[in-house]
């Protein structure tokens, strides 16, 4: 199956800085890519979906101020949570489509960051 | 509303024994259906979907899953478990009228006791 790389496995910051979370595409192209949030023993909460080339769409009651998501090419997303607090703290993953556009291709995913704020 | 639900957060069996996870959803268009699995601290790797044609879909592993369009559920099966089974899994839905976003359960995790 299509790699997804997502970088850094695991980060540990301190309050008020930002941390820049990048997802990669490395065997195909991907239009659209996906941010979701995972707290500890529960499902995934989509954030925001993708598009490159223009404004990522954000799920309601995520701040999209806080959580900076650009798309610039086909094979890179990124995720930049900025100044950044312990209630930020949780595991992070993306997923990413093929340019075939087809709804029902499946998203492949990143390894996941796990964001530890102190 | 379309939704995902998964019966029981939380299932165990012993080793070789029939592993059942439940899956219902709730939609008013096709779905195409999803299972991931989930490994500490790792993202998801998809173990079979469904889209369209035959309802019972194989995937890896030994797992497969059956699509039954009148209970609106994708339970997912594997005869014989193995200690290697043990982790979180994942129902998910999409439609083909959406961006592709994924819809997912709540998430089950698998136990298996020696």
């Known amino acids: 199956g299509a790699v997804v790389s997502q970088h850094p496995s695991r980060v540990i910051c301190k309050s008020g800085t930002s941390v820049k979370i990048e997802c990669r595409s490395l065997d195909f192209q991907a239009t659209t890519m996906f941010w979701y949030r995972q707290f500890p023993k529960q499902s995934l909460m989509l954030m925001a979906t993708?598009?490159?080339?223009?404004?990522?769409?954000?799920e309601q009651g995520v701040e999209k101020d806080k959580f900076l998501i650009n798309h610039a090419s086909l094979t890179l997303s990124t995720l930049t949570v900025t100044s950044a607090h312990p209630e930020d703290s949780s595991f992070y993953i993306c997923?990413?489509?093929?340019?075939?556009?087809?709804?029902?291709?499946?998203?492949?995913f990143g390894q996941g960051t796990r964001l530890t704020v102190v | 509303a379309q939704s995902v639900t998964q019966l029981g957060s939380h299932v165990s069996v012993s080793e070789g024994a029939l592993v059942l996870l439940r899956c219902n959803y709730s939609s008013s268009v096709p779905p195409y259906l999803f299972w991931y699995v989930q490994y500490p601290n790792q993202g998801l790797q998809l173990l079979l979907k469904?889209?369209?044609?035959?309802?019972l879909v194989k995937g890896i592993n030994g797992f497969e899953a059956e699509f039954k369009k009148s209970e609106t559920s994708f339970h997912l099966t594997k005869p014989s478990a193995h200690m290697s089974d043990a982790a979180e899994y994942f129902c998910a839905v999409t439609f083909s009228s959406n961006t592709g976003k994924l819809i997912f359960g709540q998430g089950t995790t698998l136990q298996v006791k020696p």
């Open positions: 997923s990413a489509r093929d340019r075939s556009g087809q709804a029902y291709t499946e998203a492949f």
């Open positions: 469904y889209t369209t044609g035959a309802t």
């Open positions: 993708s598009n490159e080339g223009s404004k990522a769409t954000y």
